[in-house]
């Protein structure tokens, strides 16, 4: 059993020289072979590492505005069929001393924050930066969004409460204002007035809903409503609530729904004035949006491997043809019927495995370029390369297997006679 | 020894071997002679087992080899050593890698002992120094001197060769002539050559089967061929100028 074991191995391994030997003596002919399938592969996992990239930020986006938050709102971010725009339009959008309402008379929120926004022009002595996006924020933001501060802290109750103007910056704006200064305790210009930075955000990246923090600042919902009117439609004004650990986002928007419509003084037979969007209806359109991005991937990139698959199975024939007196005189120095099989297979199999390689490597320098000019984190990651080289075997064998099986069926006398 | 009893063989029910018994002896080299298309390529691949005959034995020492499967005739197998026509020497391998692919397919040795054993079969054809060399690079004689290398690395107890000499200049034709006839007695190898080159037959012709229109038609040997009064292996014999002035 060794004894056989050890001579197969040893075929198998004479077979793979055989085949490795052609393909380095045809090598045009490889090239041109191996092109269709490199196109597959870079097509597929291309598409792939795409929607990779941005279902991870996406999903990253969506952890940092906190997968169980449920957000108050005029506009839903799926719409009902039954109600018209404009019915959404005349809603009143939250107020802020709505959240003291939904604070107080919920059971099952843990924390609420009302987060209302604009755009206004930042300065730090001689430097400026144009059309910020200013958020106020009320006391509990910090509990219901996630993020990083890289330096100083967040507002004390006292800050929030009292609408003292401190401001927490947003990384590149903190880089912008203060190239070479560490800005804490530092004053910026806001609205005319001084603010002074306690903190400095985390570089947060471009998330997959263009939500980070890097660009802009924060200030107290106190504090920008001393300049603007936080409740106005125009500043975008919404609310966020998280349950208590144990609560369900079912149960949360129920208690939420009741709540806001006892606030508003909705009679039972009204609908909604408002909407509750959960992250998770995003997810679902995207699991959706991300579904179609891959078939479409599989069919474009199935197309071109078939294509590739057929070319592999073409140049087989045609090796097979061209060494019909190389696989006679084997048969007849012994070689048997699986050596001359797995010669060709590997030969195959290699062909579109060294096409897969190469498309490979064309999608991982084409994510380096990707991730160096744009700054978009964008991998390739192992699974796609299994995936990727998976795919090419199985085209080599599939596309490789007739031609080497008529190849190890061929009568040594037939094939013999052509060396004559 | 191998002995060939009543075979017969056709094609498109046109017979192309009619009967044909005969023994081939151990340690000798047998010719096979005749026009083309006389049948002596068809009765060599018979009894390599390329083609099967329709009637008849033939018989490997003790062991019929007409009536064995496909895996009992692997054990003869390896005992067969082939020259083909033209050398067949495989283009993208060495001349050391030619050599040791038969030694692949039949046995276990490791890498090194089929380098020595190929080592060995060249040396014995004094190709000594020519194991890395690629078939392009040698010259027609050489090729054949691998191939023959080649055919013994297994050491057979039967070596078939098939027009062994084709293509060659007649030095080099005597050469590989008396090089198979060498290998034949000091190995004690059981030779069958397929030829019509008169001069292989006056040298190494140890045993000379003429085979006419597919029937054997006169057995001796090369000293005989000359002073036999068979019409049709005259005509075959003195079919040159050369040889008919010989004869005169």
Redesign the interface.
Known sequence: MLHTLILIAKLIRESALFALTSIVANKLRTVLTLLGITIGIFAIISVFSVVDSLERQIRESISALGDNVVYIQKWPWTFDTDLQWWQYANRPSPRLRELEEVQRRTGSVEAAAFLASTRRRVEYLTTSVESVSIAGVSADYDQVRNFSLHSGRYFSQTESSAGRNAIILGYDLAENLFPNTDPIGRSVKLFGHNMTVIGVFEKEGLGGFGDTHDDSAVIPIQTLAQFINVDQDRYGPFIMAKPHPGITNAELIDDLTGVMRSIRRLPPVAENNFSLNETSLLTEGFDELFAIITLAGWIIGGFSILVGGFGIANIMFVSVRERTSIIGIQKALGAKNYFILWQFLFEAVLLSLIGGIVGLLLVFGGTAIVVSVFEIDFLLSASNILLGVNVSIVIGLVAGFLPSWSASRMDPVVAIRSTA | MIRVENVWKSFDEQPVLKDISLTFERGKTNLIIGKSGSGKTVLM?CL?G??EADRGRIVYGDLDFSAMGYRQRRVI??ELG?L???A?L?D??SVTDNVM??L???T?MSRKEKEMRAAFCLERVNLHGADHLQPSELSGGMKKRVAIA?AISISPKYLFCDEPNSGLDPPTAILIDKLISEITEEFNITTVVNTHDMNSVMEIGDKVVYIYLGELWWVGSRHEILHTGNKELNDFVYATELMRTLKK
């Open positions: 691949k390599v390329l083609l197998r390896k082939m083909f026509q033209g067949a495989f993208s391998m692919f038969p692949s397919m039949f276990t080649r």
